[in-house]
C-alpha cells in the first residue's frame, strides 16, 4: 500500500468519525500519528496502519482522494 492510497484511507476514516485526525507520514520511518475517536494520538509503524487501514476497509470506509490526486 503506498502513502497516497494510505492518506485517502485515513481521510475517509476521518469523514467516518472513527479519527480525530492523523499526521504522516514521517519520512525517516514512514510511520503515522493517529488519534482514535476515544483514545490519546499515538505514533504507529507503517505495519500497522496499513493493517489498519484494510481494517477500515473491510468496515466499509471509502477512502477520500484530493481533487489533485484524481487527476494523476
Do not use: N
Request: aromatic share 8%; glycine share 6%; charged share 25%.
Amino acid at each position: 500500500m503506498i502513502d497516497r492510497e494510505i492518506r485517502a484511507m485515513l481521510r475517509g476514516a476521518t469523514a467516518a468519525d472513527f479519527l480525530i485526525g492523523w499526521q504522516g507520514p514521517h519520512l525517516m520511518a514512514r510511520s503515522y500519528c493517529l488519534t482514535p475517536k476515544h483514545a490519546e494520538p499515538q505514533e504507529r509503524p507503517l505495519d500497522y496502519v496499513i493493517g489498519y487501514c484494510e481494517m477500515l476497509a473491510e468496515a466499509g470506509v471509502e477512502p477520500l482522494y484530493p481533487e489533485s490526486d484524481l487527476t494523476l
